[in-house]
T-cell receptor
Framework: NAGVTQTPKFQVLKTGQSMTLQCAQD?????MSWYRQDPGMGLRLIHY???????DQGEVPNGYNVSRSTTEDFPLRLLSAAPSQTSVYFC??????????FGQGTRLTVV | GENVEQHPSTLSVQEGDSAVIKCTYS??????FPWYKQELGKRPQLIID?????GEKKDQRIAVTLNKTAKHFSLHITETQPEDSAVYFC?????????????FGKGTHLIIQP
């Protein structure tokens, strides 16, 4: 099993550009989520999904969209990148009552 | 919503000594409390977790205690080693395993002095 796979690992965007961060898991986990990590702030939940076709907002959802068309994939879309979205992004997946497993992260810089 | 406070933000201990990191949470409905270790440039990795029907859990040198009445839980690392140096995060969830996402503390940078 590859676990949770994120792409890309690094990305530089210009202000106003859009992009999609990819996340895939091969553990047949129902639950997937996206976090951003900023220095001194811990990890903050952006969006999460409890199954295919179901998504909901977390603590910091503004400026981001998600969709869950399959169990395996949970992409995160930045609609119009802003410097405030410079961060490290982590995707995670979990079983119904199990711990969350994280992908390797995407380091995004918006200039 | 849930709020998790974590202390201290930095902890320096001598190799071989014990380290304790404490967290408090606000939502009494929370019933799952994992701890993650994150090394520089790496992903967070689960090291131990506890559910609300248990007061203490141990795994070799690591233990977690939970006081539901006081709404706080702690990570204990005994006989610390250089490889324990990392940032540790506590988290809380009101689903069994973080199904609706976890609320994290801001992290503790643990430094093991040789």
């Amino acid at each position: 099993n590859a676990g949770v796979t994120q792409t890309p690992k690094f990305q530089v965007l210009k202000t106003g550009q859009s992009m999609t961060l990819q996340c895939a898991q091969d553990m047949n986990h129902e639950y997937m989520s996206w976090y951003r990590q900023d220095p001194g702030m811990g990890l903050r939940l952006i969006h999460y999904s409890v199954g295919a076709g179901i998504t909901d907002q977390g603590e910091v959802p503004n400026g981001y969209n998600v969709s869950r068309s399959t169990t395996e994939d949970f992409p995160l879309r930045l609609l119009s990148a802003a410097p405030s979205q410079t961060s490290v992004y982590f995707c995670a997946s979990a079983l119904t009552a199990g711990p969350a497993f994280f992908g390797q992260g995407t380091r995004l810089t918006v200039v | 919503g849930e709020n998790v406070e974590q202390h201290p933000s930095t902890l320096s201990v001598q190799e071989g000594d014990s380290a304790v990191i404490k967290c408090t949470y606000s939502d009494s409905a929370s019933n799952y409390f994992p701890w993650y270790k994150q090394e520089l440039g790496k992903r967070p990795q689960l090291i131990i977790d506890i559910r609300s029907n248990v007061g203490e859990k141990k795994d070799q040198r690591i233990a977690v205690t939970l006081n539901k009445t006081a709404k706080h839980f702690s990570l204990h690392i005994t006989e610390t080693q250089p490889e324990d140096s990392a940032v540790y995060f506590c988290a809380a969830s009101n689903q069994g395993g973080g199904a609706d996402g976890l609320t994290f503390g801001k992290g503790t940078h643990l430094i093991i002095q040789p």
